[in-house]
């Protein structure tokens, strides 16, 4: 089985419409992250979490919400898509027991918004 | 800030040529250093790591080494295959509490027989 899960895999949605994406890990990480990719720019990082009770914005967070329900569930939101947020999304965990820090990527859900 | 540059690809290569991707990057402090690969259709995987200058980091034929001098973290592989066709990252990681990886822009490398 996977170490980190992401569903769905691919969603078609339509503008004004509520959508979450749901993330799940069974790596005991306490580091959990979401990341979106579009071509030519890389993966950026919209939220991530810390622990259960620390949520952090990062570089676009803005139209969406996360929701840290336990250690090993990460929810990303979209409370009223838009067609610009049509992209690739990353689910990610990591922890920085004995190291620097290895983030461990899930495998992706494919959004659409028309 | 903090930030990652990488060669604009795509890339493409014949089967066994040697490939370079140049990665340099802004940082405060000694920042750690990734390559991560992503494999069509699939999430991304991370290839190697270094933490500090002249680290070298190297799994599956390919190999980069942390330049403090340069701020560089290129990557090489002395002969390339058809499977390692793919989307290649780099990435740092500050070594401050509370940052995340930062990412370059991905170079595709494309592989032919």
């Known amino acids: 089985d996977a170490d980190v899960t992401q569903t769905p895999r691919n969603r078609i949605t339509k503008t004004g419409k509520r959508i979450m994406l749901e993330c799940s890990q069974t790596k005991g990480h306490d580091r959990m992250y979401w990341y979106r990719q579009d071509p030519g720019l890389g993966l950026r990082l919209i939220y991530y979490?810390?622990?259960?009770?620390?949520?952090n914005k990062g570089e676009i967070s803005d139209g969406y919400s996360v929701s840290r329900q336990a250690q090993a569930k990460f929810s990303l939101s979209l409370e009223s898509a838009i067609p610009n947020q049509t992209a690739l999304y990353f689910c990610?965990?990591?922890?920085?027991?004995?190291?620097?820090?290895?983030?461990?990527f899930g495998p992706g859900t494919r959004l659409l918004v028309l | 800030g903090n930030s990652v540059t990488q060669m604009e690809g795509p890339v493409t290569l014949s089967e066994e040529a040697f490939l370079t991707i140049n990665c340099t990057y802004t940082a405060t402090g000694y920042p750690s250093l990734f390559w991560y690969v992503q494999y069509p259709g699939e999430g991304l995987q991370l290839l190697l790591k270094?933490?500090?200058?002249?680290d070298k980091g190297s799994n599956k034929g390919f190999e980069a080494t942390y330049r403090k001098e340069t701020t560089s973290f290129h990557l090489e592989k002395g002969s390339v295959q058809v499977s390692d066709s793919a989307v290649y990252f780099c990435?740092?990681?500050?070594?401050?509490?509370?940052?995340?990886?930062?990412f370059g822009k991905g170079t595709t490398l494309s592989v032919s027989s």
């Open positions: 270094a933490t500090k200058a002249d």
């Open positions: 990435a740092l990681m500050a070594n401050q509490a509370g940052t995340a990886l930062i």
């Open positions: 990610a965990t990591s922890d920085r027991t004995g190291g620097p820090e290895t983030q461990y």
């Open positions: 979490s810390f622990d259960v009770k620390d949520i």
